[in-house]
Protein backbone atom coordinates (compact mmCIF):
# COMPACT_ATOMS: atom_id res chain seq x y z
CA UNK A 1 0.00 0.00 0.00
CA UNK A 2 1.29 3.71 -1.08
CA UNK A 3 0.32 5.76 2.57
CA UNK A 4 1.75 9.15 3.17
CA UNK A 5 1.52 10.64 6.88
CA UNK A 6 0.53 13.92 7.17
CA UNK A 7 1.69 15.61 10.64
CA UNK A 8 2.85 18.45 12.71
CA UNK A 9 5.63 16.58 14.32
CA UNK A 10 8.21 13.66 13.28
CA UNK A 11 11.04 11.88 15.64
CA UNK A 12 13.47 13.30 16.13
CA UNK A 13 13.81 15.81 13.63
CA UNK A 14 10.89 17.35 15.16
CA UNK A 15 9.37 16.33 18.40
CA UNK A 16 7.64 18.37 20.79
CA UNK A 17 6.18 14.91 22.35
CA UNK A 18 4.17 11.77 21.59
CA UNK A 19 2.94 13.04 18.44
CA UNK A 20 6.63 12.88 17.02
CA UNK A 21 7.32 9.33 18.72
CA UNK A 22 3.78 8.14 16.95
CA UNK A 23 4.31 9.25 13.61
CA UNK A 24 8.15 8.37 13.23
CA UNK A 25 7.32 4.60 15.27
CA UNK A 26 4.07 3.59 12.70
CA UNK A 27 5.55 5.22 9.81
CA UNK A 28 8.97 2.81 10.55
CA UNK A 29 6.59 -0.62 11.30
CA UNK A 30 4.64 0.30 8.27
CA UNK A 31 7.64 1.05 5.96
CA UNK A 32 9.05 -2.47 7.52
CA UNK A 33 6.15 -3.93 6.22
CA UNK A 34 6.76 -3.83 3.05
CA UNK A 35 4.73 -0.69 2.36
CA UNK A 36 5.68 2.29 0.53
CA UNK A 37 5.46 5.18 3.52
CA UNK A 38 6.22 8.93 3.07
CA UNK A 39 5.89 11.69 5.61
CA UNK A 40 5.25 15.23 4.51
CA UNK A 41 6.36 17.93 6.96
CA UNK A 42 6.53 21.78 7.49
CA UNK A 43 10.04 23.29 6.91
CA UNK A 44 10.86 24.29 10.34
CA UNK A 45 13.67 26.85 11.32
CA UNK A 46 13.95 24.33 14.24
CA UNK A 47 14.24 20.99 12.51
CA UNK A 48 17.40 18.72 13.24
CA UNK A 49 18.96 18.95 9.88
CA UNK A 50 21.91 17.10 10.89
CA UNK A 51 19.55 13.97 11.50
CA UNK A 52 18.26 13.87 8.01
CA UNK A 53 20.03 12.23 5.25
CA UNK A 54 20.56 13.22 1.72
CA UNK A 55 18.48 16.13 2.60
CA UNK A 56 18.41 18.31 -0.80
CA UNK A 57 15.72 20.69 -3.29
CA UNK A 58 12.93 17.67 -4.75
CA UNK A 59 10.56 20.37 -5.82
CA UNK A 60 11.01 23.57 -6.85
CA UNK A 61 8.22 25.84 -7.59
CA UNK A 62 5.48 24.85 -5.54
CA UNK A 63 2.38 27.78 -6.25
CA UNK A 64 -0.18 27.57 -3.66
CA UNK A 65 -3.03 29.70 -2.99
CA UNK A 66 -3.33 31.67 0.09
CA UNK A 67 -6.16 34.19 0.21
CA UNK A 68 -6.25 35.98 -3.45
CA UNK A 69 -2.42 35.09 -3.49
CA UNK A 70 -0.26 32.23 -4.80
CA UNK A 71 2.88 31.98 -2.25
CA UNK A 72 5.94 30.05 -3.54
CA UNK A 73 7.28 27.23 -1.78
CA UNK A 74 10.16 24.64 -2.32
CA UNK A 75 9.67 21.12 -0.77
CA UNK A 76 12.96 19.43 0.25
CA UNK A 77 13.10 15.79 0.95
CA UNK A 78 15.58 13.38 2.57
CA UNK A 79 15.13 10.58 5.27
CA UNK A 80 15.48 10.66 8.67
CA UNK A 81 15.94 7.00 10.11
CA UNK A 82 15.02 5.29 7.10
CA UNK A 83 11.76 6.79 6.13
CA UNK A 84 11.40 9.26 3.05
CA UNK A 85 10.24 12.97 4.46
CA UNK A 86 9.01 15.73 2.81
CA UNK A 87 9.50 19.05 3.60
CA UNK A 88 7.07 22.03 2.52
CA UNK A 89 9.42 25.37 2.69
CA UNK A 90 7.03 27.98 1.39
CA UNK A 91 9.20 31.57 1.11
CA UNK A 92 6.93 34.03 1.66
CA UNK A 93 7.34 36.84 4.36
CA UNK A 94 4.94 35.20 6.34
CA UNK A 95 7.77 33.19 7.93
CA UNK A 96 5.07 30.40 8.80
CA UNK A 97 7.84 27.97 10.14
CA UNK A 98 10.63 30.49 10.85
CA UNK A 99 9.55 30.99 14.51
CA UNK A 100 12.06 28.67 15.90
CA UNK A 101 9.37 26.59 17.71
CA UNK A 102 6.61 24.42 16.32
CA UNK A 103 3.76 25.71 18.14
CA UNK A 104 2.54 28.91 20.30
CA UNK A 105 2.15 31.24 17.83
CA UNK A 106 -1.12 33.39 17.34
CA UNK A 107 -1.35 32.40 14.07
CA UNK A 108 -1.54 29.07 14.20
CA UNK A 109 -4.48 28.03 12.77
CA UNK A 110 -3.23 29.61 9.38
CA UNK A 111 0.12 28.62 9.80
CA UNK A 112 -1.48 24.60 9.72
CA UNK A 113 -4.13 25.27 7.17
CA UNK A 114 -1.19 26.80 4.79
CA UNK A 115 0.33 23.75 4.94
CA UNK A 116 -2.78 21.10 4.88
CA UNK A 117 -3.21 23.04 1.62
CA UNK A 118 0.32 22.98 0.37
CA UNK A 119 0.52 19.01 1.09
CA UNK A 120 -2.43 18.71 -1.34
CA UNK A 121 -0.96 20.60 -3.81
CA UNK A 122 2.12 19.27 -3.66
CA UNK A 123 0.56 15.75 -4.06
CA UNK A 124 -1.46 16.67 -7.31
CA UNK A 125 1.16 18.76 -8.64
CA UNK A 126 3.55 15.87 -8.61
CA UNK A 127 1.28 13.12 -9.60
CA UNK A 128 0.98 11.34 -6.48
CA UNK A 129 -1.94 9.11 -5.72
CA UNK A 130 -1.48 7.52 -2.16
CA UNK A 131 -3.77 5.02 -1.60
CA UNK A 132 -4.20 6.34 2.01
CA UNK A 133 -3.57 9.71 3.32
CA UNK A 134 -3.06 9.64 7.60
CA UNK A 135 -3.29 12.77 9.31
CA UNK A 136 -3.17 13.74 12.51
CA UNK A 137 -4.58 16.00 15.00
CA UNK A 138 -5.93 19.37 14.55
CA UNK A 139 -2.97 20.53 12.36
CA UNK A 140 -4.01 18.39 9.57
CA UNK A 141 -7.27 18.01 10.02
CA UNK A 142 -8.09 20.70 6.59
CA UNK A 143 -6.53 17.76 4.62
CA UNK A 144 -9.75 15.44 4.14
CA UNK A 145 -12.21 18.58 4.15
CA UNK A 146 -9.74 20.26 1.44
CA UNK A 147 -9.03 16.85 -0.57
CA UNK A 148 -13.39 16.89 -0.67
CA UNK A 149 -14.04 19.98 -1.14
CA UNK A 150 -11.36 20.96 -3.36
CA UNK A 151 -9.39 18.21 -4.98
CA UNK A 152 -10.87 15.34 -5.69
CA UNK A 153 -12.69 17.70 -8.25
CA UNK A 154 -9.36 18.78 -9.16
CA UNK A 155 -7.94 14.92 -9.97
CA UNK A 156 -6.68 13.48 -6.64
CA UNK A 157 -9.31 10.81 -6.36
CA UNK A 158 -7.64 7.69 -5.33
CA UNK A 159 -6.68 8.97 -1.84
CA UNK A 160 -9.07 7.86 1.53
CA UNK A 161 -8.04 9.90 4.51
CA UNK A 162 -7.79 8.42 7.92
CA UNK A 163 -7.48 11.04 10.59
CA UNK A 164 -6.02 10.28 13.74
CA UNK A 165 -6.94 12.10 17.31
CA UNK A 166 -3.88 12.26 19.62
CA UNK A 167 -5.31 14.91 21.99
CA UNK A 168 -8.83 16.25 21.33
CA UNK A 169 -7.92 19.26 23.69
CA UNK A 170 -6.48 20.85 21.28
CA UNK A 171 -9.08 21.47 18.28
CA UNK A 172 -8.01 24.12 16.37
CA UNK A 173 -10.59 27.01 16.93
CA UNK A 174 -10.81 29.68 15.32
CA UNK A 175 -12.68 32.68 13.29
CA UNK A 176 -13.73 31.29 9.85
CA UNK A 177 -10.40 32.75 8.45
CA UNK A 178 -8.52 29.86 8.42
CA UNK A 179 -11.41 28.41 5.75
CA UNK A 180 -10.86 31.51 3.83
CA UNK A 181 -7.04 31.77 3.30
CA UNK A 182 -7.03 28.15 1.49
CA UNK A 183 -9.84 28.94 -0.38
CA UNK A 184 -13.18 27.49 1.34
CA UNK A 185 -16.15 28.82 1.46
CA UNK A 186 -17.51 29.90 5.07
CA UNK A 187 -20.93 30.46 4.96
CA UNK A 188 -21.16 26.43 3.20
CA UNK A 189 -19.04 24.95 5.46
CA UNK A 190 -19.92 26.70 8.88
CA UNK A 191 -23.12 25.01 9.96
CA UNK A 192 -23.59 22.94 12.84
CA UNK A 193 -23.13 19.60 10.70
CA UNK A 194 -20.19 20.35 9.47
CA UNK A 195 -17.44 23.16 10.83
CA UNK A 196 -19.04 25.28 13.26
CA UNK A 197 -17.78 24.85 16.79
CA UNK A 198 -20.46 23.71 19.29
CA UNK A 199 -19.82 26.39 21.47
CA UNK A 200 -18.44 29.48 19.78
CA UNK A 201 -21.05 30.70 17.43
CA UNK A 202 -19.08 32.38 14.65
CA UNK A 203 -15.86 30.24 15.38
CA UNK A 204 -15.04 27.07 12.87
CA UNK A 205 -13.47 24.06 14.39
CA UNK A 206 -11.07 22.62 12.54
CA UNK A 207 -10.67 19.29 14.04
CA UNK A 208 -14.00 18.98 13.78
CA UNK A 209 -14.08 19.19 10.05
CA UNK A 210 -11.49 16.17 10.15
CA UNK A 211 -14.36 14.33 12.14
CA UNK A 212 -16.73 15.01 9.61
CA UNK A 213 -14.81 14.40 6.31
CA UNK A 214 -12.30 11.98 6.90
CA UNK A 215 -13.56 7.81 5.59
CA UNK A 216 -11.67 6.57 8.83
CA UNK A 217 -11.54 8.22 12.38
CA UNK A 218 -9.27 6.79 14.98
CA UNK A 219 -7.78 7.43 18.28
CA UNK A 220 -4.55 5.94 20.07
CA UNK A 221 -6.17 3.61 22.66
CA UNK A 222 -9.72 1.68 22.95
CA UNK A 223 -10.30 3.10 26.06
CA UNK A 224 -9.77 6.56 24.52
CA UNK A 225 -12.22 5.94 22.04
CA UNK A 226 -15.05 4.68 24.71
CA UNK A 227 -13.74 7.45 26.70
CA UNK A 228 -14.49 10.52 23.70
CA UNK A 229 -17.80 9.21 23.26
CA UNK A 230 -19.25 8.81 26.20
CA UNK A 231 -17.52 10.91 28.80
CA UNK A 232 -16.60 14.77 29.09
CA UNK A 233 -13.30 13.73 27.25
CA UNK A 234 -14.60 14.15 23.74
CA UNK A 235 -14.19 17.97 24.44
CA UNK A 236 -17.54 19.25 23.22
CA UNK A 237 -17.37 16.94 20.24
CA UNK A 238 -19.05 14.34 21.60
CA UNK A 239 -21.83 14.66 19.16
CA UNK A 240 -20.49 15.02 16.23
CA UNK A 241 -18.30 12.11 17.12
CA UNK A 242 -21.46 9.99 18.25
CA UNK A 243 -22.97 10.86 14.56
CA UNK A 244 -19.56 9.40 13.15
CA UNK A 245 -19.06 6.75 15.25
CA UNK A 246 -19.32 4.07 12.50
CA UNK A 247 -15.91 4.98 11.27
CA UNK A 248 -14.02 5.62 14.88
CA UNK A 249 -11.22 3.05 16.38
CA UNK A 250 -8.85 2.84 18.75
CA UNK A 251 -5.80 2.13 17.72
CA UNK A 252 -3.13 1.60 21.00
CA UNK A 253 0.34 3.34 20.18
CA UNK A 254 3.67 1.59 20.03
CA UNK A 255 7.18 2.35 21.00
CA UNK A 256 10.05 2.41 18.15
CA UNK A 257 12.54 -0.08 19.80
CA UNK A 258 15.60 1.16 17.90
CA UNK A 259 14.80 4.68 19.75
CA UNK A 260 13.88 2.48 22.99
CA UNK A 261 16.25 -0.31 23.64
CA UNK A 262 18.28 -0.53 26.84
CA UNK A 263 20.35 -3.24 25.23
CA UNK A 264 21.57 -0.66 22.10
CA UNK A 265 20.66 2.85 23.71
CA UNK A 266 23.83 5.23 23.17
CA UNK A 267 22.78 7.35 26.06
CA UNK A 268 23.75 5.16 28.68
CA UNK A 269 26.85 3.78 30.42
CA UNK A 270 25.51 0.28 30.85
CA UNK A 271 23.57 -1.50 28.39
CA UNK A 272 21.04 -4.19 29.51
CA UNK A 273 18.02 -6.17 28.84
CA UNK A 274 16.20 -8.57 30.93
CA UNK A 275 18.68 -11.54 30.74
CA UNK A 276 21.33 -8.96 31.92
CA UNK A 277 19.42 -7.16 34.57
CA UNK A 278 22.66 -6.67 36.73
CA UNK A 279 23.64 -3.50 34.04
CA UNK A 280 20.76 -1.63 35.30
CA UNK A 281 21.77 -1.09 38.71
CA UNK A 282 24.99 0.29 37.44
CA UNK A 283 22.99 2.80 35.03
CA UNK A 284 21.25 3.74 38.75
CA UNK A 285 24.62 4.57 40.37
CA UNK A 286 25.66 6.47 37.31
CA UNK A 287 22.10 8.86 36.80
CA UNK A 288 22.66 9.37 40.90
CA UNK A 289 25.84 10.41 40.33
CA UNK A 290 25.35 12.28 37.34
CA UNK A 291 22.64 14.51 39.68
CA UNK A 292 24.63 14.15 42.42
CA UNK A 293 22.05 11.95 44.39
CA UNK A 294 23.26 10.26 47.20
CA UNK A 295 24.30 6.69 46.74
CA UNK A 296 21.65 4.52 48.84
CA UNK A 297 19.07 1.26 49.28
CA UNK A 298 16.05 3.02 48.11
CA UNK A 299 14.40 3.25 44.91
CA UNK A 300 14.03 5.97 42.64
CA UNK A 301 10.67 7.51 41.63
CA UNK A 302 11.00 9.00 38.16
CA UNK A 303 8.79 11.26 36.61
CA UNK A 304 9.48 12.31 32.69
CA UNK A 305 6.39 14.57 31.35
CA UNK A 306 5.66 17.21 29.80
CA UNK A 307 3.75 19.67 33.37
CA UNK A 308 0.70 20.21 31.61
CA UNK A 309 -3.05 20.05 33.28
CA UNK A 310 -3.19 17.04 31.46
CA UNK A 311 -0.66 15.31 33.22
CA UNK A 312 -1.49 15.93 36.95
CA UNK A 313 0.67 18.39 38.37
CA UNK A 314 -0.70 18.56 41.75
CA UNK A 315 -0.34 14.67 41.76
CA UNK A 316 3.18 15.38 40.27
CA UNK A 317 3.85 17.75 43.19
CA UNK A 318 1.93 15.20 45.68
CA UNK A 319 4.09 12.18 44.44
CA UNK A 320 7.59 14.39 45.22
CA UNK A 321 6.67 14.73 48.51
CA UNK A 322 5.16 11.11 48.88
CA UNK A 323 8.07 9.60 47.98
CA UNK A 324 10.52 11.35 49.97
CA UNK A 325 8.20 10.89 53.01
CA UNK A 326 8.44 7.15 52.07
CA UNK A 327 12.46 6.59 52.21
CA UNK A 328 12.41 6.86 48.73
CA UNK A 329 14.85 9.39 45.98
CA UNK A 330 13.11 11.46 43.30
CA UNK A 331 13.86 12.78 39.47
CA UNK A 332 11.64 15.11 37.97
CA UNK A 333 12.64 15.81 34.34
CA UNK A 334 9.65 18.07 32.48
CA UNK A 335 9.12 21.14 30.84
CA UNK A 336 6.40 23.31 31.62
CA UNK A 337 3.47 24.55 29.59
CA UNK A 338 2.06 27.53 31.75
CA UNK A 339 3.73 29.96 33.84
CA UNK A 340 1.93 29.12 37.08
CA UNK A 341 2.97 25.45 36.50
CA UNK A 342 6.32 26.31 35.92
CA UNK A 343 6.80 28.49 38.98
CA UNK A 344 5.09 25.66 41.12
CA UNK A 345 7.68 23.02 39.92
CA UNK A 346 10.73 26.18 40.10
CA UNK A 347 9.71 26.24 43.85
CA UNK A 348 10.21 22.88 44.76
CA UNK A 349 13.29 22.61 42.58
CA UNK A 350 14.66 25.86 44.92
CA UNK A 351 13.55 23.93 48.04
CA UNK A 352 15.03 20.92 47.06
CA UNK A 353 18.62 21.98 45.90
CA UNK A 354 21.34 20.02 47.33
CA UNK A 355 19.34 17.42 49.06
CA UNK A 356 20.44 14.22 48.57
CA UNK A 357 17.40 12.43 47.38
CA UNK A 358 15.70 15.01 45.00
CA UNK A 359 16.58 16.15 41.50
CA UNK A 360 14.03 18.23 39.57
CA UNK A 361 15.31 19.22 35.95
CA UNK A 362 12.82 21.75 34.33
CA UNK A 363 13.77 21.40 30.72
CA UNK A 364 13.44 19.08 27.83
CA UNK A 365 16.34 16.80 27.58
CA UNK A 366 16.01 13.66 25.34
CA UNK A 367 19.47 11.96 26.36
CA UNK A 368 18.55 12.28 30.16
CA UNK A 369 15.00 10.99 29.60
CA UNK A 370 17.01 8.04 28.98
CA UNK A 371 19.03 7.73 31.29
CA UNK A 372 16.31 8.74 33.86
CA UNK A 373 14.54 5.58 32.49
CA UNK A 374 18.06 3.60 32.74
CA UNK A 375 18.21 4.25 36.00
CA UNK A 376 14.65 4.32 37.78
CA UNK A 377 12.93 2.10 39.59
CA UNK A 378 9.32 3.39 39.42
CA UNK A 379 7.73 5.84 36.77
CA UNK A 380 4.38 7.91 37.77
CA UNK A 381 2.05 8.89 35.61
CA UNK A 382 -0.85 10.51 37.46
CA UNK A 383 -2.73 11.77 34.34
CA UNK A 384 -6.60 13.27 34.58
CA UNK A 385 -6.68 11.88 30.98
CA UNK A 386 -4.02 9.78 28.89
CA UNK A 387 -5.35 9.40 25.12
CA UNK A 388 -2.41 6.79 25.36
CA UNK A 389 1.11 7.83 27.00
CA UNK A 390 4.47 6.45 25.48
CA UNK A 391 6.17 6.95 29.22
CA UNK A 392 4.71 3.73 30.86
CA UNK A 393 5.89 1.71 27.76
CA UNK A 394 9.02 2.66 27.81
CA UNK A 395 9.24 2.84 31.39
CA UNK A 396 9.21 -0.69 30.99
CA UNK A 397 11.04 -1.77 28.49
CA UNK A 398 13.94 -0.20 30.59
CA UNK A 399 12.17 -2.29 33.71
CA UNK A 400 11.00 0.24 35.16
CA UNK A 401 7.47 -0.71 37.36
CA UNK A 402 4.93 2.44 36.09
CA UNK A 403 2.62 3.64 38.79
CA UNK A 404 -0.60 5.27 36.36
CA UNK A 405 -3.88 6.79 37.16
CA UNK A 406 -6.62 4.24 34.89
CA UNK A 407 -7.36 6.15 32.16
CA UNK A 408 -6.55 5.84 28.24
CA UNK A 409 -3.94 4.40 26.95
CA UNK A 410 -2.57 3.71 30.50
CA UNK A 411 -5.36 1.49 31.59
CA UNK A 412 -5.58 -0.65 28.09
CA UNK A 413 -1.22 -0.84 28.90
CA UNK A 414 -0.51 -1.03 32.34
CA UNK A 415 -2.10 -4.32 33.98
CA UNK A 416 -2.05 -4.17 38.26
CA UNK A 417 0.66 -5.98 39.92
CA UNK A 418 -2.70 -7.25 42.82
CA UNK A 419 -5.82 -6.27 41.40
CA UNK A 420 -5.32 -7.31 37.80
CA UNK A 421 -7.09 -10.49 36.07
CA UNK A 422 -4.03 -10.83 34.36
CA UNK A 423 -1.82 -13.67 33.95
CA UNK A 424 0.95 -13.52 36.64
CA UNK A 425 3.51 -13.08 33.89
CA UNK A 426 1.25 -10.68 32.33
CA UNK A 427 0.72 -8.15 35.09
CA UNK A 428 3.31 -5.51 34.93
CA UNK A 429 2.36 -2.61 37.18
CA UNK A 430 0.00 -0.19 39.37
CA UNK A 431 -2.87 0.95 39.27
CA UNK A 432 -5.64 3.92 40.82
CA UNK A 433 -8.85 5.39 40.04
CA UNK A 434 -8.99 8.49 41.94
CA UNK A 435 -7.10 11.53 40.76
CA UNK A 436 -6.57 12.48 44.04
CA UNK A 437 -3.69 12.22 46.72
CA UNK A 438 -4.87 9.10 48.59
CA UNK A 439 -5.83 7.54 45.13
CA UNK A 440 -2.05 8.20 44.19
CA UNK A 441 -0.87 6.78 47.83
CA UNK A 442 -3.23 3.62 47.01
CA UNK A 443 -0.82 2.44 44.20
CA UNK A 444 2.30 4.05 44.95
CA UNK A 445 2.59 2.85 48.27
CA UNK A 446 2.17 -0.59 47.13
CA UNK A 447 4.96 -0.11 44.75
CA UNK A 448 6.80 1.07 47.33
CA UNK A 449 6.46 -2.04 49.35
CA UNK A 450 6.95 -4.24 47.31
CA UNK A 451 10.50 -2.49 46.32
CA UNK A 452 12.01 -2.68 49.98
CA UNK A 453 10.25 -5.74 51.62
CA UNK A 454 9.61 -8.23 48.49
CA UNK A 455 12.69 -7.37 45.94
CA UNK A 456 12.15 -11.11 44.14
CA UNK A 457 8.73 -10.06 43.64
CA UNK A 458 9.44 -6.42 42.47
CA UNK A 459 11.96 -7.59 39.93
CA UNK A 460 9.64 -10.04 38.11
CA UNK A 461 7.46 -6.57 37.50
CA UNK A 462 10.11 -5.77 35.64
CA UNK A 463 10.81 -8.49 34.05
CA UNK A 464 7.05 -8.86 32.69
CA UNK A 465 7.32 -5.28 31.89
CA UNK A 466 10.60 -5.81 29.84
CA UNK A 467 8.94 -8.88 28.06
CA UNK A 468 5.05 -7.16 27.37
CA UNK A 469 4.84 -6.39 23.75
CA UNK A 470 4.43 -2.81 23.43
CA UNK A 471 6.06 -2.72 20.11
CA UNK A 472 4.32 -1.49 16.92
CA UNK A 473 3.85 -4.45 14.87
CA UNK A 474 0.13 -5.22 16.31
CA UNK A 475 -1.02 -1.45 16.40
CA UNK A 476 0.41 -1.21 12.82
CA UNK A 477 -1.35 -4.10 11.43
CA UNK A 478 -4.59 -3.01 13.44
CA UNK A 479 -4.35 0.51 10.91
CA UNK A 480 -2.96 -1.92 8.08
CA UNK A 481 -6.99 -2.99 8.18
CA UNK A 482 -8.46 -0.05 8.53
CA UNK A 483 -6.76 1.66 5.28
CA UNK A 484 -7.40 -1.47 3.77
CA UNK A 485 -11.17 -1.33 4.71
CA UNK A 486 -11.72 2.19 3.49
CA UNK A 487 -9.73 1.35 0.22
CA UNK A 488 -12.68 -0.94 -0.82
P1 LIG B 1 2.43 13.54 25.43
O1 LIG B 1 2.57 13.35 23.98
O2 LIG B 1 1.04 13.83 25.85
O3 LIG B 1 3.40 14.51 26.01
P2 LIG B 1 3.39 10.79 25.66
O4 LIG B 1 3.56 9.93 26.86
O5 LIG B 1 2.65 10.23 24.52
O6 LIG B 1 2.75 12.14 26.16
O7 LIG B 1 4.81 11.16 25.06
C1 LIG B 1 5.69 12.01 25.69
C2 LIG B 1 7.08 11.77 25.14
O8 LIG B 1 7.87 12.92 25.37
C3 LIG B 1 7.78 10.62 25.85
O9 LIG B 1 8.68 10.01 24.97
C4 LIG B 1 8.56 11.34 26.95
O10 LIG B 1 9.67 10.64 27.38
C5 LIG B 1 8.95 12.60 26.24
N1 LIG B 1 9.18 13.74 27.14
C6 LIG B 1 8.26 14.45 27.83
N2 LIG B 1 8.84 15.43 28.52
C7 LIG B 1 10.17 15.34 28.26
C8 LIG B 1 11.32 16.10 28.68
N3 LIG B 1 11.21 17.12 29.51
N4 LIG B 1 12.53 15.72 28.20
C9 LIG B 1 12.63 14.67 27.36
N5 LIG B 1 11.60 13.93 26.93
C10 LIG B 1 10.38 14.27 27.38
C1 LIG C 1 -0.78 12.90 22.66
C2 LIG C 1 -1.35 12.29 23.92
C3 LIG C 1 -0.61 11.06 24.40
C4 LIG C 1 -0.27 10.14 23.25
C5 LIG C 1 0.46 10.91 22.18
C6 LIG C 1 0.82 10.04 20.98
O1 LIG C 1 0.23 13.79 22.90
O2 LIG C 1 -1.40 13.23 24.97
O3 LIG C 1 -1.41 10.37 25.34
O4 LIG C 1 0.53 9.08 23.70
O5 LIG C 1 -0.34 11.94 21.70
O6 LIG C 1 -0.31 9.46 20.40
Given at each position: ?????????CAPVAKVGGLGEAIHGLSRA?????????????????????????????????????????LACSVESGYVDGIHCFFIDPHSDHGFYQRGRIYGEVDDPGRFAFFCRAVLEFLLKTGKQPDIIHCHDWHTALVPVLRWEVYEALGLKRPRVCHTLHNLSHQGVAGEYPLRAVGLDPARL???????????PHAANLLKGALVYADAVTTVSPRHAWEILHTDQGMGLQETLHTHSHKLRGVINGIDEGTWNPRTDPHIVQTYGPEYLPGKACDKRQLRQQLGLEEAAKPIVAIVSRLDRQKGVELMRHT??????????TVLLGSASEPWIDELFQEIRRHSDGSADCRLILEYNEALSHQIHAGADIMVIPSVYEPCGLTQMTAMQYGVVPVVRRVGGLADSVFDANYSDQAFEEVNGFLFDDPTPAGLESALRRAIRLWFRYPAYFRQLRLNGMHTDNSWSGPAQAYLDIFEGIRA
Open positions: MYITQVGAELAEQGHQVEVILPKYDCLRPDLIEGLHRAYEDLQVPFYDQWMTSDRLLDRDRIHYALENSCQ
